[in-house]
């Protein structure tokens, strides 16, 4: 009787008109609604031309794709070249203008890749990881000379700048590093601009202390993290080299690699860098 | 009826949706803040204070005090780099050397004024860090700079690997209380474009130091002194070994001032010669290391002569042939060591002088003497010495002593001997020695000049000692400060001097 009763006020048409239909319209519908995702950019190596192209091209499929609420930086790297380091940073500065945007540090996140961490919205690290060594290193160009075979037009058309202009501007540099530190920690920062410039490599506990990260945890924790500054829940967590069809390719090595085959923890090209060089080993 | 189903129809059309939304969304991301970048046009590229290059007033001297630099240590440096300070010792007169491997050390630096070591990666002998502190001690200059830039690099491995070189550098500074710390120094508040560069503006009251208002070291050792420190670093400036100021001394002088030590090379070569006072600074370093109060003796025969000699002829001698080869010989010889010679009956301002006499005249020359308290007297001929032989130097080296009362003493003038005595000067130190077959040097140094003064047994004994110390070496003779003693052929053993030297 009871069941009875709306069939009779509706009929089956009006049922399927004013119910089915638009059960089935709002579900099928709503499934357009995307189900959000955290994004992952990984970085397992030192920052220069193709990491960081890759990492570019991540952060602009995270930017233009609305599915993507929150991008999760895992790090775990040495840091690289300046121009690669500071091309990842401001792509990340347009990003995070709508999305937040987490550091997990893995292993490492020194020089160039705490730069990068720097102008992220929260920073985890573990216990162990190595965070900091905030600074610029480089090799001092050749004294320029000229020679028999090679003719430029102006004294350091083949040198680029004298040599000590290239020790100042590693130091114009690292003002913009301790800028770039300053303004992503803010009021975070427990230390003087001092002390971080002293390029030390801290433990995350230690790095905690003196707020250069904020929290140590793991990456389950950077998911919870991320979803509650972008307010999402349930959300998927998806690598996005995948999502960005950015296809394995095994670049060449950024690292000057020895007769055998392995690689150094020296850059191939003089340069000037964000970068973390362990030691060199004492002579036997 | 019909409005109710449209709105149950739109309320099972949006929940599905809603619920969805709502599943995955909790609420709009929106930042709380803006996103601030570095404003990196605003960041500069520092710039250091530079100076104008410094002229000075060319010296010149009649003999170039001489600077020698050691190259022999595998002295992590080029010559190229060090020109402004060579150029600097050139200005001020002085003759610039370069070590050489062949000749020992000690014999190098008797000629030296100076001795710079520069950053050395190879340990000094015990010998020759005898000789520099012996340098030291007779008010040579001795200028050392370690630089912890200045490394050896391994090449047997792809991975350079570095050796500090201080402790080299330490092992000549320390017998005058200077040692380099193993460390670099650095300062995070005040620095020149690199927290290595160090920035120094409170000077102590020393040469070095004057005219400086601010100097700039590129990568420094601190160095350890309990003496007063050239210069001081400011309490932000840090040791990198302890990470920790206040006192850091970065330049320190010992031996009464005659040892400088400078834990930064860098400052001197260009363009870091060029910031702030660097340039006074290596001028004042050029002016340290002429300015030291070099006292030889005759170990450091030939290198007596700080001017042209001049040998002295008295009005009342006549040259005979023997005199007349003798300055012969002597002026040969001395041509060779850069000396010019000349004759004069009077010494000559501005000239060292050699004076030469036999024992017998000594009273003739007694005022260039009397400073060594010569004596002279006769003894009986020893029976047993063998016929003409020449007194033996191992027993000269015993001071003889001399019983007071058997015999009689007389400073001067000289006694001439009997046939069965034979005359012997008393010598301080050395005791008695007989005149037969031995030459003695005296060497009388004095800010005027310095008299070099030889003594034999007559004019052919005269003409082969001139021809022994025209040789460059006293290597045969017994030396002690200021006197030496040679063998000579002995007048009556039948050989001519004049055969060994003509």
């Known amino acids: 009787m009871i069941a009875a009763a709306p069939s009779k006020k509706w009929g089956t048409g009006a049922l399927l008109l004013f119910i089915v239909l638009p059960l089935i319209a709002g579900i099928l519908l709503s499934l357009l609604v995307p189900r959000p995702i955290i994004g992952i950019i990984y970085l397992n190596d030192a920052i220069y031309s193709n990491t960081a192209q890759e990492m570019i091209t991540q952060i602009i499929y995270a ?216 030691p060199m080993e004492k002579q036997p | ?136 001690h007779r008010g040579g200059r001795l200028l050392v700079i370690s630089d912890p830039t200045r490394n050896t690099l391994s090449t047997s491995s792809t991975l350079p690997t ?37 920035i120094l503006k409170d000077f102590g009251k020393h040469s070095i130091s004057e005219g400086l208002t601010e100097i700039v070291l590129y990568g420094a050792h601190s160095i350890k002194t309990a003496q007063t420190p050239v210069f001081t670093a400011d309490p932000d400036t840090l040791s ?75 009005d009342s001698s006549t040259s005979d042939r023997e005199t007349v080869n003798m300055m012969g010989t002597l002026q040969k010889g001395l041509a060779l060591l850069n000396i010019s010679f000349s004759i004069a009956n009077k010494p000559q301002e501005g000239k060292d002088l050699i004076v030469t006499s036999t024992f017998k005249k000594a009273d003739e020359i007694k005022e260039y003497t009397k400073s060594f308290n010569l004596s002279f007297s006769t003894e009986p001929l020893p029976t047993a010495e063998p016929e003409g032989a020449a007194v033996q130097l191992s027993e000269l080296a015993k001071p003889t002593p001399t019983p007071i009362g058997t015999e009689t003493l007389f400073p001067f003038p000289v006694i001439e001997p009997t046939p069965s005595t034979r005359l012997v000067v008393n010598l301080p130190g050395f005791g008695k020695v007989s005149t037969v077959g031995t030459g003695v040097i005296l060497y009388l140094p004095s800010p005027e000049r310095n008299t070099l003064i030889l003594f034999a047994e007559n004019s052919q004994a005269l003409l082969e000692f001139a021809g022994i110390i025209s040789s460059g070496s006293l290597s045969g003779c017994m030396i002690q400060q200021d006197i030496a003693l040679c063998p000579l052929t002995p007048a009556d053993s039948g050989s001519s001097g004049t055969n060994r030297f003509p």
Do not use: C
């Not at chain 1, 991320?226 to 995948?242: C, G, M, N, P, S």
């Open chain 2, 1 to 136: 009826m019909k409005a109710f189903r449209i709105v149950i129809a739109i309320l099972l059309f949006v929940i599905p949706i809603g619920a969805r939304t709502l599943w995955f969304y909790q609420g709009v991301y929106q930042r709380s803040a803006p996103v601030i970048t570095p404003d990196y046009s605003s960041l500069t590229v520092p710039q250091p204070l530079l100076s104008t290059p410094i002229s000075d007033k060319s010296i010149s001297y009649p003999m170039a005090p001489i600077v020698l630099f050691d190259v022999n240590h595998i002295d992590l440096y080029l010559f190229s780099e060090i020109k402004p300070l060579t150029d600097a010792l050139s200005t001020l007169g002085a003759s610039v050397r370069i070590t050489d491997d062949n000749i020992l050390l000690s014999e190098q630096l008797k000629q030296a004024n100076a001795y710079v070591v520069i950053a050395p990666v190879v340990p000094f002998n015990p010998l020759e860090v005898t000789a520099i502190q012996d340098f030291v």
């Open chain 2, 162 to 198: 570095f050796v500090q070189p201080v402790d080299i550098a330490n092992f000549i500074l320390e017998p005058f209380g200077i040692t380099f710390n193993n460390d670099y120094v650095y300062n995070l508040v005040e620095n020149e474009a690199n927290f290595r560069n160090i």
């Open chain 1, 63 to 278: 930017r233009e794709h609305a599915e993507v609420r929150a991008v999760i930086l895992v790090l775990n790297s040495p840091g690289g070249t300046v121009t690669d380091t500071e091309s990842v940073y401001m792509e990340l500065a347009r990003l995070r203008q709508n999305k937040p945007v987490i550091t997990m540090i893995e292993g490492m996140a020194a020089s160039g890749a705490y730069y990068i961490s720097s102008g992220t919205d929260y920073i985890l690290a573990k216990p162990s990881s190595e965070v900091g060594n905030v600074g610029v290193i480089g090799y001092m160009p050749s004294p320029p000379t000229i020679y028999e075979e090679v003719y430029s037009t102006g004294p350091y058309k083949l040198w680029g700048s004298p040599r000590d202009t290239f020790m100042r501007e590693m130091e114009m540099m690292k003002g913009g590093f301790l800028k770039a530190v300053l303004l992503g920690r803010g009021q975070a920062l427990k230390v003087p601009s001092e002390v971080v410039l002293r390029g030390q490599i801290w433990p995350g506990t230690e790095a905690l202390r003196m707020g250069l990260i904020d929290e140590l945890g793991t990456q389950s924790r950077a998911y919870e993290k991320a979803a509650q500054l972008a307010r999402i829940t349930h959300a998927k967590v998806e690598d996005l080299r995948t999502l960005a069809g950015i296809p394995s390719i095994v670049p060449a090595s950024f690292f000057m690699l020895t007769e055998d085959g392995k690689s150094t923890s020296y850059p191939k090209e003089p340069g000037i860098y964000y970068l973390y060089i362990p």
């Open chain 2, 240 to 314: 990198s070994l302890t990470d920790k100021g206040g006192n850091v001394v970065l330049a320190a002088t010992g031996a009464d001032g005659n040892v400088l030590a400078i834990g930064d090379f860098s400052f001197m070569t260009a363009p870091f010669i060029e910031v702030a006072d660097n340039q006074i600074l290596v001028k004042n370093i050029s002016r340290f290391l002429l300015s030291g109060t070099r006292t030889h003796d005759l170990t450091d025969y030939p290198y007596l002569f700080s001017h042209p000699a001049t040998f002295l002829v008295k």
